[in-house]
């Protein structure tokens, strides 16, 4: 039998397919010995390398561990999916994966990787009921934030500073709230990460007014990260990224010490639970 040959330039779920055959390929697996390794049948395997079935989360990432693509079929994946991902964001999550460090700043809710896994729910939920997105995309960008979430265990720094508004919205209501609260507390208790508090006091001072994310590469280049409603934005231009790296510093400078962004956040943590127990 002819074998099918699969352009990868018609589709994303082609360019993954194209991928995960030279990627296998490359590590002198055959399709039976691949299935064997991650549990998964050659007939699985071939049918997704002949993009005539779409692979599941489960699958992808067992096979991009299994051949050591450092999340290069993950990306691909997530660029299929792209549905339910912001234009640009998958670009934004290759480099995401890279990055040796990160700084980041949020204003009125907690950033993503820090999120408690009910606040997420919480926030995907609400998009859910407003039809914004269906519950196959909300399911899907909670599973991608599971993924990035483990990138606290690398080792790689987080510096992260939030506005004193993310503190004080109660997304998913006030127990869900309390648990994210404490949730912050664990992390930053974290050697790796760096959690800070801008307070309401800034006003006008606050040097950033919008979210943006200051990845560090493994070359120790930098790039920045931002969003607006309709879509995500890379930035690698070196000057417009010192530019950023500049108002974070002073940001930081300014934000409350990390002993005190702690105590904020104890206090408006116990605040919830006070407020829960009045009858």
């Given at each position: ?87 640009g964001f998958p670009e934004y999550l290759r480099r995401e994966r890279e990055a040796i460090g990160s700084r980041i700043f949020d204003t ?80 930053s208790a974290r050697p790796n990460v760096v959690l800070q508090i801008a307070p ?80």
């Open positions: 039998m002819a074998r099918r040959i699969v352009d990868p330039t018609s589709s994303p779920l082609h360019a993954f397919a194209v991928q995960l055959s030279r990627s296998r390929v490359a590590m002198g697996l055959t399709q039976v010995d691949l299935g064997s390794e991650i549990r998964y049948s050659n007939v699985y395997i071939s049918n997704v390398e002949g993009a005539k079935q779409a692979p599941s989360l489960k699958f992808v990432e067992r096979v991009d561990d299994a051949l050591q693509t450092n999340g290069t079929l993950l990306l691909l994946y997530w660029s299929w999916k792209s549905g339910s991902l912001l234009p009125d809710m907690v950033s993503g990787i820090l999120q408690e896994p009910e606040y997420s729910a919480a926030y995907e939920g609400a998009i859910v009921r407003r039809g914004e997105a269906t519950r196959e995309q909300a399911d899907e960008r909670l599973a991608l934030l599971a993924q990035r979430q483990l990138k606290l265990n690398t080792g790689a720094s987080l510096h992260v500073v939030l506005d004193e508004a993310a503190l004080r919205r109660p997304i998913g209501g006030p127990a869900v709230m309390t648990r994210q609260l404490h949730h912050l507390e664990m992390l309401h006091r800034l006003a006008e001072d606050r040097a950033l007014s919008h979210p943006v994310t200051i990845l560090t590469l493994p070359n120790r280049s930098l790039v920045g990260y931002t969003e607006t409603l309709q879509r995500g934005y890379l930035e690698q231009d070196a000057d417009t990224v010192a530019g950023w790296v500049s108002r974070y510093d002073r940001l930081q400078v300014n934000a409350l010490s990390q002993l005190d962004s702690l105590a904020l956040i104890r206090e408006t943590r116990k605040g919830l639970e006070r407020h829960a127990k009045r009858p």
